[in-house]
């Protein structure tokens, strides 16, 4: 294998629990995004944007969707001979099988990987988040600084710090102290769970800590290069940066980009975001159609109306039927009469007609109220709800419904479906 510089590694076996129903068959990072996209196509886009070629995909959680978007890489230019993109599930090995048990722990179990390319520096990634990034700008920074370890990191709110990882930095940049989730923390700059590493340590912090139960970077080995007094310093990211860990924030960061002027730009030509494309026809829209405010996709056909919605590929529309602020993914067909309000219908799925669906006072979710906390009505993928049905707010569905499932005909807000069997 020829040397490289630089070498990334992308953890994307994550299950993305607080997605609820989006994610019971299908890992977070392969969930649809943004109509024609997947997340994580960004952080894939952002490697082969900044001249990184060579890309280990962590996989664990559900991966066939996700090793089958990904393939050998064509779409990102990653379909090397030396490099380009490698799947990286658990594997069994002379001492048995052994799932990733955390983010370290994972990266550890394909060290050889890594040392094939005797890299100099380790990009360590996360797949689930929305942003551009050039690491090589990051790298120029790691270098410039002499650093051991690069953590790249954003300011939030104050109030909010308490949920990420926090650093504490002198005037130079040099973090001399790093909490994870603290309860009062000393400094607003988190962590965005991206980390450039001098490869001999990061090798070395592994080899040391691959005994410690569910090994993590923020909790173990960056407490362990402080405190072997290396040189760690944080590069602070002034971009548009989404973790759309929860349902809330997956419908807001999908709202953003049908903005007049979106901060999120997916059409600059400097920093194109590639995806696996589907031999798809244009979209049509009928004569019928009223379509106001929206992202549509390729193979979409619209007869109905449609208002501050994203569309995703193949979806159909049909006349009478209306989607306001809701986002509609491939595959997945709306049927005459149907009114969405404020819904996330997940891909290859059908609602009957004349159903109505977001509608109601708000309650809390009966049965899970870390995920389904907001005013979304949410649909799994390859649903059907019959003709006729009417589900409130706050709501959770996923099944081939029938109406012996509902009580006259409704869920009320606050409900949640899943059929059983659906859940294995």
């Known amino acids: 294998m020829k040397k490289k510089e630089m070498i990334a590694m992308l953890l994307a076996g994550g299950q993305g629990s607080r997605l609820g129903v989006l994610t019971q068959k299908v890992a977070k990072p392969a969930v649809s995004f943004g109509a024609k996209y997947r997340i994580i196509d960004f952080p894939l886009s952002n490697c082969i944007n900044?001249?990184?070629?060579?890309?280990?995909?962590?996989?664990?959680?559900?991966?066939?969707?996700?090793?089958?978007?990904?393939?050998?890489?064509?779409?990102?230019?990653l379909d090397r001979n030396n490099g380009g993109v490698t799947i990286l599930p658990p594997y069994e090995n002379i001492k048995g099988s052994d799932w990733y048990s955390g983010t370290a722990n994972a990266i550890y179990q394909n060290i050889d990987y890594m040392k094939e390319y005797d890299p100099e520096y380790v990009l360590i990634l996360s797949g689930d988040h929305i942003y551009k990034m050039d690491y090589e700008v990051l790298l120029n920074y790691h270098k410039s600084n002499n650093a051991d370890v690069t953590i790249a990191v954003m300011p939030v709110p104050i109030e909010e710090a308490s949920r990420f990882g926090v650093v504490v930095t002198d005037e130079s940049g040099r973090i001399n102290e790093f909490q994870e989730k603290p309860e009062k923390p000393k400094s607003n700059l988190a962590s965005m769970g991206i980390y450039i590493f001098k490869a001999d340590l990061l090798f070395e912090?592994?080899?040391?800590?691959?005994?410690?139960?569910?090994?993590?970077f923020g909790k173990h080995v960056i407490p362990y290069a402080h405190e072997k007094g290396k040189r760690i310093f944080a590069y602070e990211f002034k971009g548009y940066w989404k973790d759309v860990g929860t349902l809330q924030s997956y419908w807001e960061a999908n709202m953003e980009l049908i903005d007049i002027v979106p901060e999120f730009n997916l059409y600059e030509e400097f920093w194109k975001i590639y995806t696996k494309q589907s031999t798809l026809c244009p979209q049509y829209v009928g004569s019928s159609a009223k379509i106001e405010r929206s992202l549509i996709t390729k193979g979409t056909e619209i007869y109905g109306t449609v208002k501050n919605s994203v569309i995703g590929s193949g979806a159909v529309i049909e006349e009478g039927a209306e989607v306001y602020d809701s986002i509609i993914m491939e595959g997945t067909v709306i049927k005459a009469g149907s009114k969405l309000y404020k819904v996330i219908v997940a891909e290859n799925?059908?609602?009957?007609?004349?159903?109505?669906?977001?509608?109601?006072?708000?309650?809390?979710?009966?049965?899970?109220?870390?995920?389904?906390?907001?005013?979304?009505?949410?649909?799994?993928?390859?649903?059907?709800?019959?003709?006729?049905?009417?589900i409130g707010k706050n709501t959770a569905v996923w099944g081939n419904t029938t109406y012996d499932d509902y009580n006259d005909k409704a869920l009320q807000s606050g409900g949640y479906l899943v059929k059983a069997g659906e859940e294995k």
């Open 50 to 77: 900044s001249g990184i070629d060579t890309v280990g995909v962590l996989t664990q959680y559900q991966p066939l969707r996700l090793n089958t978007h990904i393939g050998i890489g064509i779409p990102w230019d």
């Open 205 to 216: 912090a592994l080899e040391e800590l691959k005994d410690v139960p569910g090994c993590d």
């Open 349 to 390: 799925s059908v609602i009957g007609r004349d159903c109505l669906i977001g509608v109601g006072e708000y309650r809390e979710n009966e049965v899970d109220k870390r995920v389904y906390a907001s005013d979304l009505a949410v649909i799994g993928e390859r649903t059907i709800i019959p003709d006729g049905i009417t």
